[in-house]
């Protein structure tokens, strides 16, 4: 019904940058909050950022002034910026989306994870 696709993940040093991408695609009417949460092994999932559709911001404190989260609504697609990389941020991350579907349900959905792995 609603797709989430992710990209961006990969193998970085510690100190360099990275860029997440998440398009959401498929029978969508509206899409309000997205955001992205990451898992490192042996942890729980923990939210990283949220957007709202106006564009509000927060962020775990651990990537304050590292980590952006922006939107395009018009792309239904958001992203996250990830700069001064530290070992510890080495995860999965996925994208979640609340989406309001033509069908006129609401649905909260997530991506498939995209590995990033900062690594010297």
């Known amino acids: 019904q609603v797709q989430l696709v992710e990209s961006g993940g990969g193998l970085v040093q510690p100190g360099g940058s990275l860029r997440l991408s998440c398009a959401a695609s498929g029978s969508i009417f509206r899409v309000n909050a997205m955001g992205w949460h990451r898992q490192a092994p042996g942890k729980q999932r923990e939210l990283v950022a949220r957007?709202?559709?106006?564009?509000?911001?927060n962020y775990l404190d651990s990537v304050k002034g590292r980590f952006t989260i922006s939107r395009d609504n018009a792309k239904n697609t958001v992203y996250l910026q990830m700069n001064s990389l530290k070992p510890e941020d080495t995860a999965v991350y996925y994208c979640?989306?609340?989406?309001?579907?033509?069908?006129?349900?609401?649905?909260?959905?997530w991506g498939q994870g995209t590995q990033v792995t900062v690594s010297s």
């Open positions: 957007i709202t559709e106006g564009g509000s911001t």
């Open positions: 979640n989306a609340q989406v309001w579907t033509r069908a006129h349900t609401f649905i909260d959905t």
